[in-house]
């Protein structure tokens, strides 16, 4: 228990020599703003085959032998002429 108090104690000593306030408690909060993180690198990606911005990436299916991602429209027709025939979607009503 002893060995509890001096290890608070000690952090209490570190936190006031690296965030010098003054004496009132509530001055020592700190508030940690939790934003939404977003890949970088994946933001400034381009589709492999149209060049505009991606939203969400789809990987090319081994067969296409493509380099590189797919923006939705891109992907969908590749789908579609990878599988061809009449398609019909499901649930549709949750759209």
Known sequence: MARLATV???TEVLF???????????SKMIFI???KST??????????LCKNPIKQKYVPMEQ???EGPLCGKCYSKK???H????????????D
């Open 79 to 81: 789908i579609h002429d």
């Open 83 to 94: 599988y061809p025939g009449k398609h019909t979607r499901a649930n549709l009503d949750k």
């Open 8 to 10: 608070i104690l000690l």
């Open 64 to 66: 296409w032998k493509i």
């Open 39 to 48: 890949n970088k690198l994946e933001s400034h990606l381009k589709c492999s």
């Open 33 to 35: 703003l939790n934003s």
């Open 16 to 26: 006031n020599m690296i965030f010098p306030f003054d004496t009132l408690q509530s």
